[in-house]
């Protein structure tokens, strides 16, 4: 067979996105026939990525597409600014915000073997989410792509949703109203400020009172209405929202 040429290596590299060594070896063994190559850097891609699969993923970005926000993840931060990387991810999150995350999920699993083989780390899906309802629309991504926050809201405006989508990426709120947040993570925490009053020698008598202002707190602090607006910590975002006569319908935050 004659030499493999430099033009056929770089057609394959441009195809697949490995490198050229691994491009030439897999032409040197399909003949030189680009298709065969292609398969044979599949199969390896996979076999690589199964290998790779137990490797920690701490690193990693998010993406927002519409009402869509997905997080893929990998092992370093320099995988996580790849220009592969990024393009995959905005990729699936299109996908989510036009065929919803189930879809998505099954795109990056087709693409995960030649992802991996690409860029030579484990890479694992994160998070995927929907939000639904709402007439406006808001989303923020902080500018290491590593968090985000979605709102839909009925009422405002743009620059409004905006804002509560800044605000709870930053604050990471449970739920919409302090009565959402659940009896039974209340009911821990209970456990946990009873006994410390205890210690702390509090008459019985007044550690009743005590825990109802503790679980009036402990609500608030993670209901998204509750909480000091982040732009301006002398309102609140139910004040905020008031102004505008507007409602929060559903919200989301990922983070990496």
């Not at 770089?10 to 060594?21: P, T």
């Not at 599949?42 to 869509?68: H, L, N, P, Q, Y």
Request: glycine share 8%.
């Amino acid at each position: 067979m004659s030499e493999i040429s430099a033009k056929a290596v770089m057609e394959l590299r441009n195809k697949s996105g490995v490198s050229m060594m691994a491009c030439k070896k897999a032409l040197v063994e399909a003949s030189g026939d680009l298709e065969k190559a292609i398969d044979i850097l599949r199969k390896a891609g996979a076999e690589k990525a199964d290998k790779k699969a137990g490797r920690a993923t701490s690193e990693g970005a998010v993406a927002i597409a519409g009402r869509a926000a997905v997080s893929l993840q990998c092992e370093t931060d320099f995988v996580a600014r790849n220009e592969s990387f990024s393009a995959t991810l905005q990729e699936l999150a299109d996908v989510a915000n036009s065929k919803g995350t189930e879809e998505a999920k099954s795109r990056f699993e087709q693409q995960r073997a030649e992802l991996v083989a690409q860029l030579g780390e484990n890479i694992s899906f994160g998070e995927a989410v929907v939000i639904k309802g709402g007439s406006v629309i808001g989303s923020y991504i902080h500018s290491n792509n590593k968090l985000a926050g979605l709102v839909a809201l009925d009422g405002g405006d743009e620059e409004l949703a905006r804002d509560i989508a800044m605000h709870i990426a930053a604050n990471s709120p449970q739920v919409i109203r302090p009565e959402e947040i659940s009896d039974e993570l209340v009911a821990k925490e209970r456990e946990i400020w009873e006994e410390q009053l205890k210690n702390e020698g509090k008459p019985a008598e007044i550690i009743g009172k005590i825990m109802l202002g503790k679980e009036k707190k402990f609500r608030e602090e993670g209901a998204l209405l509750k909480q000091a607006f982040v732009k301006d910590p002398e309102i609140s975002i139910e004040t905020l929202l008031q102004k505008s006569g507007a409602k929060v319908v559903q919200f989301a935050r990922v983070e990496v």
